[in-house]
């Protein structure tokens, strides 16, 4: 992948296309010196999140994520937990009626 552009519709981890609806993390990664835009790369935020367990760097151009990956992943951490909770209250406000 490094160095390589991105097709923006399928995850730049796993190569599998984007579903409607699906959450998606955008890394907008600074230009290099050989483009004139800046680089977005589009991930499945469960891909992304696997990857910065392994590595500190985008999957395409190489930019390190070091600082903003611990901020990142408890963010997504602590969403997951907001929506297990709402899924579990639904849950029991099904089966109290």
Known sequence: MFGGNQDPEECGVCLMPFEVGETLKVLNCPK???????????????????????????????????????????????????ERFKEQKAEAAIYLE
Not at 45 to 66: A, G, H, Q, S
Request: glycine share 0%; net charge negative; hydrophobic share 25%.
């Open 32 to 82: 290099s010196e050989t483009q004139d835009a800046d680089n977005v790369h589009n991930f499945h935020v469960d891909c992304i999140l696997k990857w910065f367990e392994k590595k500190t760097d985008c999957p395409f151009c190489r930019t390190n994520y070091k600082d903003k990956i611990i901020e990142f992943t408890e963010k997504q951490r602590i969403q997951t937990q907001v």
